[in-house]
């Protein structure tokens, strides 16, 4: 499963299980997560020739990421109930467990993804307003200009638009 927002265009996130060795993934096979690269510690999958396949009960934990480069912090698996926190991102995961991230570790990472992503809302926000101000802004001209066509003084064009005779003959008188 990933994430995606209509505003935050190349940040697909996803929650992946982490390898001793650091390496990231989010498929798996019977036998274990597929990780990409040779390292010869693993076995490697039948089918995909790069990748090996780590065993479900080496997953140390999880971690959110996307496509930008952007990581979360890593939800450590712990070996017993005991010893799990999640205030402290301590996760137990019975070892025999396919070890994709638990859901209750997936959505705590997809909100984690989503405070990633909002800084890209909030300025898909301060975009449209953007455009639509320099679009307002051509509209002014045109009808400023329609206005003066029609016999209009500078006076009244500045009344209207809320600045002075002066500021409307600088603005416009070139144009
Ligand atoms: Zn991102």
């Given at each position: 499963?990933?994430?995606?927002?209509?505003?935050?265009?190349?940040?697909?996130?996803?929650?992946?299980?982490?390898?001793?060795?650091?390496?990231?993934?989010?498929?798996?096979?019977?036998?274990?997560?597929?990780?990409?690269?040779?390292?010869?510690?693993?076995?490697?999958d039948?089918?995909?020739?790069?990748?090996?396949v780590?065993?479900?009960?080496?997953?140390?934990?999880?971690?959110?990421?996307?496509?930008?480069?952007?990581?979360?912090?890593?939800?450590?698996?712990?070996?017993?109930?005991?010893?799990?926190?999640?205030?402290?991102?301590?996760?137990?995961?019975?070892?025999e467990?396919?070890?994709?991230?638990?859901?209750?570790?997936?959505?705590?990472?997809?909100?984690?993804?989503?405070?990633?992503?909002?800084?890209?809302?909030?300025?898909?926000?301060?975009?449209?307003?953007?455009?639509?101000?320099?679009?307002?802004?051509?509209?002014?001209?045109?009808?400023?200009?329609?206005?003066?066509?029609?016999?209009?003084?500078?006076?009244?064009?500045?009344?209207?638009?809320?600045?002075?005779?002066?500021?409307?003959?600088?603005?416009?008188?070139?144009?």
């Amino acid at each position: 499963m990933s994430w995606s927002t209509d505003y935050s265009e190349g940040h697909e996130g996803w929650a992946a299980s982490v390898t001793p060795d650091g390496r990231r993934t989010g498929s798996s096979t019977g036998q274990g997560m597929l990780v990409e690269g040779i390292t010869g510690r693993y076995e490697r999958d039948t089918t995909l020739p790069d990748y090996e396949v780590v065993p479900h009960r080496e997953i140390i934990g999880w971690q959110g990421q996307c496509e930008c480069g952007w990581q979360g912090e890593l939800w450590e698996r712990v070996p017993s109930a005991e010893e799990a926190d999640a205030g402290r991102r301590k996760v137990h995961l019975p070892l025999e467990k396919s070890a994709h991230a638990p859901e209750a570790v997936e959505d705590a990472i997809g909100d984690e993804w989503l405070e990633h992503v909002a800084p890209f809302g909030a300025v898909a926000g301060v975009e449209a307003a953007a455009r639509d101000y320099a679009q307002a802004g051509r509209r002014l001209d045109k009808t400023v200009a329609a206005a003066k066509a029609a016999g209009a003084t500078w006076a009244d064009i500045g009344r209207a638009a809320g600045i002075t005779r002066q500021a409307a003959h600088e603005r416009w008188a070139d144009k």
